[in-house]
């Protein structure tokens, strides 16, 4: 092979573009939402509501997250024994805007304050991560706004935005499908699959082809980035699959009353009990296509990249 220069001699050649490592980016905290880094700036209060969940800051740190894709602390407290509902349901109808709810719970002594710590955190991680996604609508914020859960252990937004960052390149690491993260999961066949853990069992056994991945997180108590992280290994082991959503029906073209095909007119079946008239849509669509073959082909195709 032959390497051909383009600058030409007794020149100087052009300044190399900048390129920014990934990890310098991650470093940086990533710059996930530039009006959460602003707000972090501005040591504001309130709650910064995204497309898929909310933040909430006291001057400037986040002390909790809420999103619809990931289990709420109540559901990792209660699921397992680690806090009794009667205790909880107690702490929320006393909290106020001084006092919230986990204070609530530490000062009766409900339940040791590093075990709550740790479920908190575990709680506001996983659902920035699906809060601080992209999304298709810009942000919202509310000054002054609070929770009533109140707030432990604050955590910085660069540190926030670094740890999501990380899930990313995990996540893409075991597979970089993200279809499963969203969509109803099946089980498939897979050949010479290696035996899932105890975590993936409980998480196959819940597959039925109608819940997602936070479906299944809910169930069982747990996070939903670490079902996530059981999900894409077992897709990537070609134990399970994520089905399709269903093809968009296609536009029907306006007809005029009275018009064959139209309603009521001559090419209806109200009319002389003629079949209706028959109109394809407009060009053509992929079919929507299940096969654990899929699976098997993506695996060696990604195996022939990474060579």
């Known amino acids: 092979m032959t390497l051909v220069g383009t ?3 007794n020149t100087t050649p052009p300044p190399r573009l900048p390129v920014r490592e990934r990890s310098a980016a991650r470093e940086a905290g990533g ?3 530039p009006m959460l880094t602003r707000l972090a700036a501005e040591r504001a209060t309130g ?10 800051l006291a001057e400037g740190r986040v002390v909790h997250a809420e999103s619809p894709l990931a289990p709420g602390l109540d559901v990792l407290l209660l699921t397992h024994g680690t806090l009794d509902g009667a205790s909880w349901q107690q702490a929320l109808d006393r909290a106020d805007a001084d006092h919230g709810a986990l204070r609530l719970l530490l000062d009766a002594d409900r339940i040791p304050r590093g075990a709550l710590e740790v479920c908190h955190l575990g709680a506001l991680y996983d659902a ?15 000054y002054g706004a609070g929770h009533p859960f109140g707030g432990l252990r604050p955590v910085a937004v660069g540190a926030l935005e670094r740890e999501t960052l990380r899930r990313r390149e995990l996540l893409d690491r075991l597979w970089p499908d993200p279809l499963a ?8 066949e897979a050949f010479a699959a290696p035996a899932p853990t105890a975590r993936q069992r409980a998480v196959l056994a819940l597959v039925d082809g109608v819940r997602t991945a936070s479906d ?8 939903a980035f670490h079902t996530l992280v ?3 290994r077992l897709a990537a082991a070609g134990l399970l699959t994520a089905l399709f959503p269903p093809p968009l029906p296609a536009p029907q073209p306006h007809l005029p009353p009275g018009a064959p095909g139209a309603p009521g007119g001559a090419g209806t079946a109200g009319a002389a009990g003629a079949p209706p008239a028959a109109n394809p849509p407009p060009g053509a669509s992929l079919p929507r296509v299940n096969d ?6 993506k695996r060696l195709r990604d195996a022939l990249e990474a060579l």
């Open 7 to 9: 600058t030409p001699q």
């Open 31 to 33: 710059g996930l939402s």
């Open 47 to 56: 709650v910064l509501e995204r497309e898929a969940g909310a933040l909430y």
């Open 128 to 142: 920035a991560y699906f809060a601080l996604a992209p999304s298709s609508t810009p942000g919202r914020f509310r």
């Open 181 to 188: 993260d969203g969509a109803p999961l099946m089980r498939a």
């Open 216 to 223: 299944i997180a809910r169930e069982l108590g747990r996070q």
């Open 230 to 232: 059981d999900v894409r």
């Open 292 to 297: 654990p073959d899929i699976t098997l082909l």
